[in-house]
């Protein structure tokens, strides 16, 4: 497939870069060591806290929270030969934002995507000019694959198999089929845009082919890039390093039936009471969505499990140790808290924190880290840890921690805080198709607390305030005022004000709230 990018000038000498040597017939690839192959899974909707290991030490003292009552012995065993991370922050923790941030390295007043894609919203699509971390690596001398949800296509009429038409009936429409001209460097695609129905997924492939499939969607993918980890069908250039993103859409809605999950897994949940399963003091045993608990759990244990069969897999075809692995996620699931029913998007700690631990044996030495990573980091970081730090685009806001991961010793201050966005739909065309967005809530999390402000659409005055003391109510149960902790608030307004100003944003450009957030 023909690529169709556009002149790229962030990245100078594309193409004309040394690629690692071919060796005919080498059965493993990355032998160079300065190239490693990069494998990043995430699942979608998976707390933090949704991991066993964080019930015990040395992980428990490094979250404020509890660890949840989840059976995860894959990624248990993961965690001690990884960097854990304690505080990685999905900065707008919803699909699309977090994963144009994920993507690109920009924060979603840049990246494009400000807003969760559908049809109903146009402008709201990773641009096909963007550079992503797909592109890079490509451009580097990658194979790239992706596998999985994909969510970052605004959908058009573009149906391989019905020419002018959606590949599904909704209004507006989730689902998308991605053309190659909008891959982005993934020289494999097996993926659609959005589709929930976790027992009978479909994918598109590199050449445009419908697969619909009978099985557990996470299960279905693990197959496909064990696949393309034996390279069984010549899926990739075994001369060449790979980057491959996988995105399982478990754990995530619906979570309500065996429909949703493998019997296996509910069954080690199914006995527990609603109390057992929600341990934190902020749950609400007593709402419908509480019933969620044991479907929630068991697709984390059927992601563990999956996720250990690829690793078992790397493992045994001998390229686990030239491989860097990444387990996170997109955003988290309040499950029950606070009364809101809506499950992502909101400043609240269950929403905000994801899974994050990267692997790279004899490089990284396992450890927690309480770095406080936002989305945009995660591309820059990744870029330079494969050895190609000077190729990240200069259009990047997030910041390489590379250096600091692999050597313990920070090139420049570590951040303090990272930041919070909450953004609705905007102003409306006479088609009512989306032509904007509304910055609605701006704030910060740092290691002891959150303090988020939102404002009124029409007069951009103060709404409301989100003031949590984190480190005394990780239940975020108690919503201070400001002048609670006076110092406290005017330190958090201080980093709100800069890193408003560092990435741009609406809100510094127009000096929203201006009597409160101090900008320069
Ligand atoms: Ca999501």
Redesign the pocket.
Known sequence: MKRMHKTLPYLGIVGLLPLPACVPGEKATGQDADSPNVIYVFP??MRNSAMGFWSNEPYASHIHYKGDPVITPNLDKFAGEAVVFSSAYSNTP??SP?RGSLFTGMYPNKSGVPLNVNSSRPFNTLPIDAVTISDVFSQNGYNCAYIGKY?LDCPTPNDPDNPGQYVEGRNPVWDAYTPPEKRHGFDFWYSYGTFDVHKKPHYWDTKGKRHEIREWSPKHEVDIAVEYLINRNGQRDSSKPFFMMMSMNPP?HPYRSLNDCMEEDYNLYKDKTLGELLIRDNADTTIQKATSAPYYFAQVTGVDREFGRLLSVLDSLGLADNTIVVFAS??GDTMTSQGVSDA?NSPYTEATAIPFMVRYPGKLEPRVTDLLLSSPDIMPTLIGLSGLGDKIPSSVQGENYADYLLTGNPSSPLPQSALYIRNLDGDKDENGKVTNYFPEIRGVKTADYTLALSIDRKSKSLKQTYFYHDAKDPYQLNNLSLTDYPEEAAFLLEQLAQLLEKVEDPWYEEKILQEIVPYN
Do not use: L, N, P, V
């Open positions: 979608d909707q919803i699909s977090h969510h995530h997109d955003h992502k």
